[in-house]
């Protein structure tokens, strides 16, 4: 197949959102195996009902994000025959994402059909088993995969055989799903790395004469209706870029007619519609959701014409705004262009131009972002206002499936990123600057407090990270337990700030050989030497194990790690491959090495 | 109405697999081999998709080759 071909079938899935669009792309897919670009997914689908409509749509998503899935389908209703059997085609696919798909019909027709002599006791003990057995299946995949599991929950049934019985009843069937699937996301947040699919939301956001198939579920148990394939691939979509850590990390902002109604320059302070009332309350509810993003993690930017100090100005002390200077993290309000004041935010805050949202009211300045900048998403504000909001929450664009402490404090870490800076104009040497710092690193061993976090580093460091292996929470803790791994992991903090856990170093060991499988840093700390401080640690690892002589490491190319292609080159290590993209280093470790001075390294064990 | 016409043909196109130039008054089970009851399955939803319809449980039996398609397309209101 010509790529022109593959292109256009790309093409036609991002435009037009259609069934048929969908399927040709699947079908492209499936005639090109070996193309280019695309990273190789195992995917396995246990079901016990009829997915296979759904199947295209899944895969065409997954295309569209980058990724060519090789769909390993278990039998009709065999999820278990897959799962107790160690050597079944399931576990021989080796899959790296498992998806469980459930229709409660088939699962336990006893909680579909209603009894009303059933008591609440006997209610709640139907769907303990149910839930009970669930979670047998899943612990049984999880001893033999280390792959996220993605299991759905149950959507509400048309109308309840107890009519408006049913609503006053605490053991109705209403009732009686949503414990289900409380029970099943109680379950689920007990296994490591199961993830629930949210088919309640997607089957409601549609109603059920849209979402489901009678026709066809009696037929061929092929309950999903046509309109809720699309929906249902977007979410499975969504979850695989957040478990690959494709999800959107910054939101840059136009301010006028955007983040409030009207023009600065032309309106005034007190003529900008921003407020409790309409039109205002539609730009204050979209700088409500703009906060809920930033407290998830995302880092929100300004990229404005206008005067700086006007906005601010705004910002600081508009009684309609919600969004204030200290939510930013980086903000370019002037009169140059918006694609160049779009790279310069990226450079500031060292992420991918690729995790990048635009969201602007000008046709044109979204048209003149996409051209010279095509891999940044660009929204545009809706016509009818009211629908602003909205388009934040389309395409489940920042979605990520955990939460960590860090998330919550990333403007706060980059706003002190700032102040550094202004620190290192007055410093007079770069060696002054960085001794002004006064930093402190800690190494330790990863504990389990630390695995979701390490973890989530794996899954999103692009930039300063040798090998971009991408490791799964269960996969952490898999090295931590095993002898011949060894965890390691930097805490970073200076005189300005704590800036937490920032690097990453996954040690394995042979004979006489340690590889260092991992060595990774948030880009947040580049610049200071903490990569120093932590390989002279991992070196003194590898040289305090009896019979190790040789330390190795590996660099693996990406598009966005060239900056360490040299790292293990510059710090003595001999090349062992000829040139290419994955190049191995290697160094004799009978020397010690020593910390970089302007660190004051606490280490957990000592080491000499 | 050629616009609805070739519509429908990306339709067959797109779910069976097949060129689009190819699609004719001869597609059917009996021509096109990847034309199972999956596919089968499949084409009903896309069809219901493309053309905002629902078919009748009937209709689904009855729509077996592409003459039959527009016929059953036909009755439901689309314009041809």
């Known amino acids: 197949m010509e790529p022109s071909t593959m292109d256009q079938a790309l093409a036609r899935a991002r435009s037009e959102k259609t069934l048929g669009a969908y399927a040709s792309l699947s079908n492209a897919m499936h005639k090109a195996p070996n193309g280019a670009d695309f990273k190789a997914l195992k995917l396995a689908v246990l079901r016990n009902f009829t997915v296979e409509p759904l199947l295209p749509p899944i895969e065409a998503e997954f295309a569209l994000s980058g990724f060519r899935s090789e769909t390993y389908l278990g039998d009709f209703d065999a999820i278990a025959a897959d799962v107790f059997d160690s050597e079944s085609r399931l576990f021989a696919s080796q899959p790296e994402l498992i998806i469980i798909a459930l229709w409660l019909e088939t699962l336990a027709p006893n909680l579909t059909r209603w009894d009303v002599r059933r008591t609440p006791p006997e209610l709640d003990a139907a769907i303990e088993a149910v839930v009970e057995q669930l979670a047998t299946l899943m612990r049984r995949v999880r001893e033999h995969s280390t792959a996220p599991i993605v299991i759905n929950n149950f959507p509400l049934v048309s109308r309840s055989s107890l009519g408006i019985l049913d609503a006053q009843d605490p053991a109705g069937q209403t009732q009686a799903l949503l414990t289900i699937n409380r029970r099943l996301l109680e379950i689920c947040r007990t296994l490591p790395d199961v993830f629930v699919a949210d088919y309640f939301c997607a089957f409601a956001e549609l109603g059920y004469a849209n979402a489901i198939d009678e026709r066809y579920w009696h037929k061929a148990r092929a309950p999903l209706g046509q309109k809720v394939l699309l929906p249902l691939a977007q979410v499975y979509g969504t979850m695989l870029r957040a478990l690959k850590g494709r999800a959107k990390k910054c939101l840059v902002l136009d301010c006028d007619n955007t983040l409030w109604g009207g023009i600065l320059g032309e309106d005034g302070f007190e003529g900008l519609e921003l407020g409790a009332t309409y039109p205002g309350s539609c730009f204050r509810d979209f700088q409500r959701e703009i906060l809920t993003l930033q407290q998830r993690g995302v880092l929100i930017a300004l990229c404005s014409k206008n005067n700086e100090a006007d906005v601010m100005n705004v910002l600081a002390s508009h009684p309609g705004m919600l969004l204030r200077q200290s939510h930013l993290a980086a903000w370019q309000i002037n009169w140059d262009d918006k694609a160049t004041n779009i790279e310069r935010i990226v450079n500031e805050l060292n992420i991918g131009i690729d995790s990048v949202v635009f969201v602007d009211d000008s046709e044109f300045e979204l048209e003149w972002v996409q051209a010279r900048l095509p891999a940044v998403r660009t929204l545009a504000v809706p016509k009818d206002v009211s629908r602003l909001r909205a388009i934040l929450l389309q395409d489940g664009l920042f979605d990520t499936l955990s939460y960590s402490h860090e998330d919550g404090e990333r403007t706060r870490l980059y706003a002190d990123e700032r102040q550094r800076k202004q620190l290192a104009k007055s410093a007079v040497s770069l060696q002054d600057y960085l001794a002004s710092l006064e930093l402190e690193a800690s190494i330790d061993f990863v504990s389990e407090a630390d695995v979701v976090r390490v973890a989530q580093l794996t899954q999103k460091t692009n930039q300063f990270n040798l090998t971009t292996r991408r490791y799964s929470e269960s996969d952490i803790r898999r090295f931590i337990a095993d002898p011949q791994c060894q965890v390691l992991c930097l805490r970073l903090k200076d005189r300005i700030a704590e800036m937490g856990l920032v690097a990453v170093a996954i040690i394995k060991y042979g004979t006489d050989v340690a590889e260092i499988d991992t060595f990774l840093m948030s880009c947040r700390v580049l610049g200071r030497g903490v990569e120093d401080a932590l390989l002279a640690h991992v070196l003194k690892c590898i040289r305090a194990q009896p019979g190790i002589r040789t330390a190795t490491g590996t660099y693996v190319a990406t598009a966005r790690n060239q900056q360490v292609e040299q790292f293990y080159e510059r710090r003595g290590f001999s090349r062992l491959t000829p040139a290419g993209e994955f190049a191995r280093w290697g160094i004799e470790v009978a020397a010690t090495r020593e910390y970089p001075d302007w660190i004051r390294v606490h280490a957990q064990p000592r080491l000499g | ?80």
């Open chain 2, 1 to 80: 109405m050629k616009a609805t016409e070739q519509k429908l043909k990306q339709v067959l196109a797109d779910q069976l697999d097949i060129p689009v130039e190819s699609v004719g008054e001869n597609t059917s089970p009996d021509t096109v081999p990847t034309w199972d009851s999956m596919h089968h399955l499949r084409l009903v939803l896309a069809l219901e998709n493309a053309f905002d319809v629902s078919l009748t449980e009937e209709q689904v039996v009855e729509v077996m080759n592409y003459p039959l398609i527009k016929i059953v397309l036909q009755e439901l209101g689309v314009e041809f």
